[in-house]
């Protein structure tokens, strides 16, 4: 293993590189994919927690009990592609790294085997890095330790790399707030940033990704991968919630048969337990299932799970619901199937998720529901299809996507 400095590189043996970020706090760990010119295609080549896979490139989310990260096949990238930057950013609006200096691990994808790391030195109002690049260079390709910090988090890192921000900036294109790290002849520079201008007034807008949905704006409707934080007003909005899943089936008269299920793991991503139509309880009641509806007929939910966030134990950080076809009916017949999260006290309606488009499988994991290093809930949509007819064969499915 190797310790990085500053400009300095390796040689990468394996092809599928791991890049994981880890901090004192919660980090959003981001990738962009550059040409020679050192700049994104379209902003498709910003990957993130809302866009978490683009050709060759990965975003892996921690699940709030480990380190996000990004994972670079560069069998897999298209034509064109040169470099991959790994950036990272505290996920709480305006903190800087002073004091929580991050370390970024690069592995074999394959093996998890440790190649090196690096920890930027001498952080301080750095709200955004980036971290390491992974590049080529005469038909070899290598990852360098870069270390390049901004003080106007990522809109300043999609700004220099070519991602559209949402708002155009009043300000002049922000700069970063140390020179870039040094290169190895002869790399071109990451960018050549003119005069620092003077701090703008007001922040630059947030670069997609930059800040997660919350509620208080009201009701949430989910796109796949979408995360919604469960906050409003900076504060947890509440403690009991109900999952309600529906379907019907896509051929009149025919009924569909489905199971809804939740799985509850630890933070190493480890089974804890399961709820579904067989076992109606679980963790001392904080979970709960309303039982098993056996046609999907009839409007509103066809199956509800009630969780108690505030009487879950500490272990349990992560939840994940799913629906299966015991009866072994695939969701090609299956319509309108949905999730929504739901007040456990008023029934208001809080985030919904539709599932669009269907697979010939017989399981799919609609959500989960994540806890964060500062307590909070996050859900995300997931919408991924598994072959499984039972909540037994979507535990090691759901521990990955978590």
């Not at 901090?23 to 080549?45: E, M, Q, W, Y």
């Not at 090196?116 to 890095?129: D, I, K, R, V």
């Not at 940033?193 to 949430?220: E, F, M, Q, S, Y």
């Not at 879950?312 to 309108?336: M, R």
Request: hydrophobic share 40%.
């Amino acid at each position: 293993m190797t310790a990085m400095t500053p400009g300095s590189n390796i040689p990468l043996p394996a092809a599928r590189v791991t890049v994981d970020v880890a901090a004192p706090v919660r980090l959003d760990v981001s990738g962009l994919l550059l040409t020679a010119d050192g700049k994104v295609r379209s902003d498709d080549d910003f990957i993130f927690y809302n866009q978490p896979s683009g050709p060759g490139v990965t975003y892996r989310s921690g699940g709030g009990s480990a380190p996000d990260a990004i994972v670079v096949d560069t069998a897999a990238l298209p034509p064109g592609i040169e470099k991959i930057v790994v950036t990272a950013s505290p996920d709480a609006a305006g903190q800087t790294f002073q004091g929580i200096e991050p370390t970024a691990t690069i592995r074999n994808a394959d093996d998890s085997s440790v190649l090196a790391t690096f920890t930027p030195p001498q952080l301080g109002s750095e709200t955004a890095l980036v971290i390491v690049e992974v590049y080529q260079r005469g038909g070899q390709w290598k990852a360098r330790a870069v270390g390049q910090g901004y003080a106007n988090g990522l809109a300043g890192i999609a700004t220099d790399f070519g991602v559209t921000v949402e708002e155009p900036a009043a300000a002049a294109p922000p700069q970063p707030v140390t020179p870039p790290a040094p290169v190895q002849p002869p790399a071109p520079p990451v960018s050549t940033p003119a005069a620092p201008p003077a701090a703008p007034a007001t922040p630059p807008p947030a670069a997609p990704g930059a800040g997660k949905i919350n509620l208080d704006k009201g009701r949430v409707s989910l796109q796949k991968h979408q995360t919604v934080s469960l906050m409003k007003g900076g504060r947890p909005l509440l403690s009991q919630v109900r999952m309600g899943l529906g379907w019907e089936p896509a051929y009149r008269g025919k009924d569909i048969d489905l199971d809804a299920s939740v799985i509850a793991y630890g933070p190493q991503r480890n089974h804890i337990d399961s709820c579904y139509f067989g076992k109606l309880q679980i963790v001392g009641g904080a979970i709960q299932h309303s039982g098993d509806n056996l046609t999907g007929e009839g409007g509103g939910d066809d199956e509800t799970i009630m969780v108690d966030l505030g009487r879950l134990p500490q272990e349990v950080t992560g939840l994940v619901f799913t629906v299966n076809s015991f009866s072994g009916q695939k969701f090609t017949e299956v319509a309108k199937a949905y999730c929504r999260l739901l007040d456990g006290t008023t029934g208001e309606e809080l985030v919904r998720f539709d599932l669009t488009g269907a697979e010939a499988q017989t399981g799919v994991m609609m959500a989960k529901l994540i806890r964060q290093f500062s307590g909070e809930w996050e859900m995300t949509a997931l919408g991924e299809f598994v072959k499984s007819r039972t909540v037994r064969g979507m535990v090691k499915p759901a521990a990955q996507a978590l």
